[in-house]
């Protein structure tokens, strides 16, 4: 009798485990299995919206081998990748090492200033750095001018836009990984800082020998996702630059995005997307069996 009360409870909280778990599941297996599968099998055809779909087997992905353009946007997104995700982890772990000293309430005042961009759309983003990158009428060119300077062209500049929307990234995306640091280090114990206080260690040997081993988890989390992420930036660039100018700011997913939906080639622009897909894959793969063996190791 007690062992079916205890099989019925059980039976009873898995029910309600897979109820909360059932609406995000739907939300994942609709909006991104499916449409994953889905760009695959069109992958293999020649299709425009319009007409029947036509099979062409494997010709979109040898017609993506030699399509210098995508490779030179794919270039584009590694530059944008190399120069981003260094900055935006060095740049989060740096100030939430700084707040984490602050005791006060000024630390919680710092941390939600850090964190309101994160909460604004991209669109409402761009369009705000849109206004202070203006080479007219900017607020940036304005402090320019007042310092002597001259004025920039910022957005309208090849080798400045790229700059311009990596800014805007940096600035979005600080906050957040900045907190994701700081719980890490909330969470190592303080007595680790007092005996290397005791023992005459220097700030700088703290953070090298006790905190940045002990957020080594959370350190290739945020390098994976930004990673991740770095290579599917599309709306901030939509909204900014378009591609533009001359190119500078085409990246690989707006490449995907105007073969697919202005070109009207979604058979070609899934392959581009399918092969995007399985190189972030791999990628991730590789992290992780690295993070793996070297876990293995230090056991």
Request: with cysteine; charged share 15%.
């Amino acid at each position: 009798m007690k062992k079916s009360n205890i099989s019925k409870r059980k039976r009873r909280e898995y029910l309600t485990a897979y109820a909360f778990i059932l609406p995000d599941f739907l939300g994942l297996f609709v909006f991104v299995i499916i449409p994953i599968i889905y760009a695959f099998y069109i992958s293999f055809f020649e299709w425009d919206f319009i007409n029947d779909k036509v099979f062409i087997g494997a010709a979109n992905y040898i017609r993506m081998w030699k399509d210098t353009n995508w490779w030179s946007a794919m270039l584009r997104t590694l530059k944008l990748t190399a120069l981003y995700v260094p900055l935006l982890f060095g740049l989060s772990l740096f100030f939430a090492v700084l707040i984490s000293t602050v005791k006060s309430r000024a630390g919680s005042f710092v941390k939600t200033s850090f964190l309101m961009p994160f909460a604004i759309t991209s669109v409402i983003a761009s369009t705000l750095w849109m206004f202070l990158y203006n080479e007219k009428r900017g607020y940036l060119n304005a402090v320019f001018k007042a310092l002597g300077l001259s004025n920039q062209k910022f957005l309208g500049s090849g080798r400045q836009a790229l700059i311009c929307v990596i800014v805007v990234l940096l600035w979005i995306n600080l906050g957040y990984n900045m907190i994701l640091f700081l719980s890490a280090i909330k969470d190592i114990p303080e007595s680790y800082y007092e005996a290397a206080t005791l023992d005459g260690a220097d700030r700088w040997h703290i953070f090298r020998y006790i905190t940045f081993p002990l957020i080594r988890q959370t350190s290739i989390f945020i390098l994976v996702t930004t990673t991740i992420a770095s290579f599917q930036v599309l709306d901030l660039i939509m909204v900014m630059t378009k591609g533009g100018p001359a190119k500078a700011t085409e990246v690989g997913a707006l490449y995907i995005y105007d073969r697919s939906f202005n070109m009207m080639e979604m058979g070609y622009g899934s392959a581009l997307s399918v092969f995007l897909f399985l190189s972030l894959l791999v990628f991730s793969f590789v992290q992780m069996r690295i993070t793996s063996e070297e876990q293995g190791e230090n056991v």
